[in-house]
């Protein structure tokens, strides 16, 4: 039972321009949302959270907004760079049974051509 | 500032051994989860815990898995009897706090079962 869905498996961006990784979920338990980044070989990097109480948050070239009725998430890279290469997954938890457990999509692998 | 040490990076067993995956989290975290990777799959969460006490084993299979975080020294995950469906990688995060608070992962290890 898949509640976080990454529906684009790959994304192609030029440097400089934006990239828009969406996240759909299927829980409306969830509360917190999370980004991390992962490289080969690496464990996942933290990148930007949002809590449910918000529709937005942004730090530095990343912003993550979130549209609670559309049950939608997106994570917005402006500008986009090379090193920003790399699987994003998205993450979310609630206050379920295991609140604390995070339940992560199937990740979009993003490259970053120049 | 240590992040979430995981070792061996890389563990190879035949079938019928034992593996045993240690986590260190990061300094002053009290939170331990674990999470298994399949190949081309998001992390699937497998059991969290506090030092000495198992929260929530809900996603660890119920037969030849266990885990412990003692008062001292790492966290552990136990495979005993492994077989080839146990070959994925396995990550170790920690975090402060339960809610609301990003995990922190580590490398992982990689378990490849002969």
């Known amino acids: 039972d898949q509640q976080v869905k990454q529906n684009s498996p790959s994304l192609s961006v030029q440097e400089g321009r934006i990239s828009i990784l969406n996240c759909d979920y299927t829980n409306s338990m969830f509360d917190y949302f999370l980004w991390y980044k992962k490289y080969p070989a690496e464990g996942p990097t933290f990148l930007i959270s949002?809590?449910?109480?918000?529709d937005k948050n942004e730090d530095g070239r990343f912003t993550v907004f979130l549209n609670k009725s559309a049950k939608h998430l997106s994570l917005h890279i402006v500008p986009s760079q090379p090193g920003d290469s790399a699987v994003y997954f998205c993450a979310a938890s609630g206050n379920s049974n295991s609140g604390y457990a995070l339940n992560f999509g199937k990740g979009t692998s993003l490259l970053v051509t120049p | 500032n240590a992040g979430v040490m995981q070792n061996p990076r890389h563990l190879v067993r035949r079938r019928g051994q034992e593996a045993r995956l240690r986590c260190s989290p990061v300094?002053?975290?009290?939170?331990v989860y674990w999470y298994r990777q399949l190949p081309e799959e998001g992390l699937k969460f497998m059991v969290y815990?506090?030092?000495?006490?198992?929260?929530?084993e809900s996603g660890m299979p119920k037969e030849r898995f266990s885990a412990e975080f003692p008062k001292e020294g790492p966290s552990i995950l136990r495979i005993q009897q492994v077989v080839r469906g146990d070959s994925a990688a396995y990550f170790c995060?920690?975090?402060?706090?339960?809610?609301?608070?990003?995990?922190?992962f580590g490398d992982g290890t990689r378990l490849s079962i002969l």
């Open positions: 815990l506090q030092k000495e006490n198992i929260i929530d």
């Open positions: 300094k002053g975290h009290s939170h």
């Open positions: 949002i809590s449910s109480i918000k």
């Open positions: 995060a920690s975090s402060g706090a339960v809610s609301n608070q990003p995990q922190h």
